[in-house]
């Protein structure tokens, strides 16, 4: 028979803690909910307060559940009032030494058989229990930020926690509608082994001044479809508490320079620059506790696309290439009222595009995107051509040719005898640095990254590739022309990767790896992703449609340039890729799709 639990205390009211007494009243069970001073215990009480309250505004709660709801919590000062309940979970800072003095405190004051069960992140639960006399019923639950959101719940199991207290756990998540995945105790479990080196790097593009802040996280939602980008998520988790998290995982996890908190970090902490709690973080909020972004001096001023930092009007535009890219941006660019020459290698090369792009526009059309009128409009504003030289009056020219260095290089040394003098060259690569191409012509300032998402047509993200000899006016026409396309532009230097891959595959790497540990399974960890994270994808999801061998190929390039070893492709992924498993293309990568 299940353990009944109809009374658990929560002990620590900050970020998490009161979202988990949230979580167990909204489902009838009995809080006592613990706090170290009466101040401290009445922010707990004004969170859950503010939270109900907006849950009933937006229609999600009813009035009368709320005060039921609220009903159900008891708050106290001090551990003494969880003498009777059934489990208690903690969720204080993450320190060590803080813990396994609160743990040997609730063991002298919870009744015998009560669970012990603690929140944290990165620590090991191993010696959190063994401050206890009943390290056999203490076991880590963690919850994710915000709890009463999120739907994954990690059930941390000790070498020592007896199967029951597990058992017991795992129907209660069942009660409170989340979705639990039980593992080993490791630093970082599954979820946060696989966020937080990503985080990390991400401060660090933001330290170095790689881009700003908010083209960093628009870059991670709109190129992956992620809830949030990094450095908001940040603000969200807490500075203070991310900060134990990395320091932990650091020291714990083999010390992997990944997770070695960048020094900003630290710097933020200090000066009490902790996130959403403190009202300010990598932003500023309307007041400490608030989710509402304000202005502050690192805002960008709204851009009227940047005329006055000296963007060149654009109203002719070149695209050379034949494949998916090139075909996307034709149509990107007619539809946005821009006169197009595409250039092919050849009259054939050029029907088949031509057919590409109307094929896609009459999608639109009969998805009711676009009228008949407009499509004809687009059409008509493209010229089909196999010839360079069709592109001296061009203003800008987009290459998306093949990507090899030496094909490129030789297209933007013709490209510079044939063009006019000021005119943007633009190339669509991903992995090649911009600045190669750009030295093959004698006009290195006029030459910038403009990296396209595939499909164009429907991905809202351009990155901006910025290399050490691009102008600003060549960047402002680049951004310009991105507004102008209805599509966000942001900027970054000229590094392998740029933001998005150089963010998304070592994580998709570090999934990989954890696989190959047998840590977990792929289905748990693509859950842990999807409902912990809210991720669109699971992790191997998205390596069977991305491509085992295009991720590998980018893996690689970026482990030769950055020499982080951490960075190293997983052999699993090679081994993969040699047998030919490459993903949904070839029937079968990660998961078998023969069978679907
Ligand atoms: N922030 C996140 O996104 C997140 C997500 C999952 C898990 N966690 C984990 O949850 C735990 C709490 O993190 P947080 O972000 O909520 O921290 P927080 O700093 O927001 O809140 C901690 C709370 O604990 C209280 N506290 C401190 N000492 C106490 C004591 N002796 N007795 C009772 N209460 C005490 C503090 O007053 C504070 O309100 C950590 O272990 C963290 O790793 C955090």
Request: with cysteine; net charge negative; proline share 4%.
């Amino acid at each position: 028979m299940a353990r009944e639990f109809t009374s658990v205390g929560v002990v620590g009211l900050g970020t998490m803690g009161a979202g988990i007494v949230e979580v167990f009243a909204r489902n009838g069970v009995d809080v006592v909910a613990v706090e170290i001073s009466e101040g401290a215990l009445e922010r707990g009480r004004a969170t859950l307060t503010g939270s109900t309250d907006r849950a009933v505004a937006k229609g999600k709660l009813a009035e009368a559940d709320r005060d039921a709801l609220l009903s159900r919590v008891h708050w106290q000062v001090g551990l003494d009032a969880l003498h009777s309940v059934d489990l208690v979970i903690e969720a204080v800072p993450e320190h060590l030494d803080l813990k396994q003095r609160i743990f040997a405190e609730l063991d002298r004051v919870c009744k015998p058989e009560a669970i012990l069960a603690t929140n944290t992140s990165s620590l090991s639960v191993t010696e959190i229990s063994v401050a206890t006399s009943r390290p056999n019923q203490v076991i880590g639950i963690h919850f994710f930020n915000p709890a009463p959101v999120m739907k994954l719940v990690e059930v941390v199991r000790t070498v020592v926690t007896s199967a029951d207290v597990v058992a017991d756990v795992e129907a209660l998540c069942d009660r409170l509608g989340k979705v639990d995945v039980t593992i080993n105790d490791r630093a970082g479990f599954i979820a946060n082994a696989l966020l937080f080196g990503y985080l990390n790097h991400a401060v660090g593009m933001f330290e170095s001044h790689y881009a700003s802040r908010e083209d960093i996280d628009a870059a991670m939602k709109l190129g992956c479809g992620l809830p949030m980008g990094p450095l908001a998520l940040m603000d969200l988790i807490g500075l203070d508490t991310a900060y134990e998290i990395l320091d932990t995982m650091y020291r714990r996890g083999g010390r992997d320079r990944r997770h070695a908190p960048v020094p900003l970090i630290k710097q933020m902490v200090t000066a009490g620059l902790l996130g959403r709690k403190s009202g300010r973080g990598f932003y500023t909020y309307e007041r400490p506790g608030s989710p509402k972004v304000v202005p502050d001096e690192r805002t960008p001023v709204a851009a009227e696309p940047a005329l006055a930092d000296g963007a060149r009007a654009i109203a002719k535009v070149g695209v050379v290439g034949s494949g998916t890219m090139a075909t996307g941006i034709i149509e990107v660019f007619a539809k946005a009222g821009y006169e197009v020459v595409s250039v092919t290698r050849g009259a054939e090369k050029s029907a088949k595009v031509c057919e590409a792009v109307k094929t896609s526009l009459n999608k639109g059309v009969v998805r009711g995107k676009l009228s008949e009128d407009d499509r004809d409009a687009a059409l008509g504003r493209v010229n089909w051509s196999a010839t360079l030289e069709h592109l001296a009056d061009v203003d800008l020219v987009v290459e998306a040719v093949v990507e090899e260095l030496s094909v490129k290089k030789a297209l933007f040394a013709s490209l510079d005898e044939i063009c006019k003098p000021g005119v943007v060259l633009a190339t669509t690569t991903s992995s090649l640095p911009v600045i190669d191409v750009a030295m093959a012509t004698q006009r290195p300032a006029d030459v910038v990254g403009l990296h396209f998402f595939n499909p164009a047509p429907v991905m809202p993200l351009v990155e901006i590739v910025q290399t050490i000899r691009t102008s600003a006016e060549t960047t402002a026409t680049a951004r310009a022309v991105c507004a102008a396309l209805g599509k966000t532009g942001v900027v970054c230097g000229d590094r392998s990767g740029f933001v998005v891959n150089a963010l998304l595959f070592p994580y998709l790497n570090d999934a990989v790896k954890m696989l190959e540990a047998s840590y977990s399974t792929a289905d748990d960890i693509d859950y842990a992703m999807k409902l912990g994270c809210g991720y669109p994808m699971g992790p191997f999801e998205l390596l069977d449609v991305v491509g085992l061998d295009v991720s590998l190929a980018i893996q690689r390039e970026l482990y030769l340039e950055l020499r982080e070893p951490g960075f190293a492709p997983a052999p699993l992924l090679e081994h993969l890729v040699t047998a030919g498993y490459l993903g949904r293309k070839s029937g079968r990568g990660f998961r078998d799709h023969t069978r679907r």
